[in-house]
Every structure is written in structure tokens, then in C-alpha cells.
């Protein structure tokens, strides 16, 4: 699977903005997708992840109630729709996609280093 992230930039605390992750190589319906940040420093962490059909999302603590996860199947895309952005959301977002992983939860849960397929990342920034 190949993954193209966009969307990235600046915003001001409290703002919102949309991240996108094509994806191509293999029939987008199979496996689960997710999303994870790494900030300066720190090493990448779970975002959120979304299952094959949709049907089900998990999100990281830090984000729950302000970011959600989607995805189009027309369009081999999946979104990162985040709200009320704090400054600590500042980090690179990357998509990530592993055919061997079927929901959310198995990307909440697996180890970065064994997920297979990543996308370039995106960087966001807050500003306070």
C-alpha cells in the first residue's frame, strides 16, 4: 500500500483543520488505517485508527471528542478532522495502513516499528 498524506500547516489555537491520506496499491476496503504524530523529541504515537468498512473508530485519550477519523471509499482517502486544536497537538501526522489489521483497535495497538505501510507525513503546527 502507498500512502500520500496532505493537509498540514499553521493554526491558531482553538482552530480547526483537515488532514488526507490516499491510498493506492491494494483494494482500499481490506484493512485498517490510522493515524499517528510524532512531536520534536518524542517518539511517534497513536493517533487514531479507523476500521476496514468504516463502521468503527479508536482514538488516543488526547484527541477524543476533538479529532475524528473518516473514511471515503470512493475516493481511497481517508480524513483526520481536528477541532479545537491545542499547541501540544503541534507534531508530523502521519497515515499509516497495514493489511494484516482489520480495525482500530489492532492500529491502537500495534508497535509503529511493525505497521507496513506509512505515508511521508504532514506537518502541523499550533500556535498559542
Known amino acids: 500500500v502507498q500512502l500520500q498524506a496532505s493537509g498540514g500547516g499553521l493554526v491558531q489555537a482553538g482552530g480547526s483543520l483537515r488532514l488526507s491520506c490516499v491510498a493506492s496499491g491494494r483494494a482500499f476496503r481490506n484493512y485498517a488505517m490510522g493515524w499517528f504524530r510524532q512531536a520534536p523529541g518524542k517518539e511517534r504515537e497513536f493517533v487514531a485508527g479507523?476500521?476496514?468498512?468504516?463502521?468503527?473508530?479508536v482514538y488516543a485519550d488526547s484527541v477524543k471528542g476533538r479529532f475524528t477519523i473518516s473514511r471515503d471509499y470512493a475516493e481511497n482517502t481517508i480524513y483526520l478532522q481536528m477541532d479545537s486544536l491545542e499547541p501540544e497537538d503541534t507534531a508530523v501526522y502521519y497515515c499509516?495502513?497495514?493489511?494484516?489489521?482489520?480495525?482500530?483497535?489492532?492500529?491502537?495497538?500495534?508497535?509503529?516499528?511493525?505497521?507496513?505501510?506509512w505515508g511521508q507525513g504532514t506537518e502541523l503546527t499550533v500556535s498559542s
Open positions: 499509516a495502513a497495514d493489511t494484516r489489521l482489520t480495525t482500530g483497535q489492532h492500529m491502537a495497538v500495534a508497535c509503529p516499528q511493525s505497521i507496513s505501510s
Open positions: 479507523i476500521n476496514w468498512s468504516g463502521g468503527s473508530a
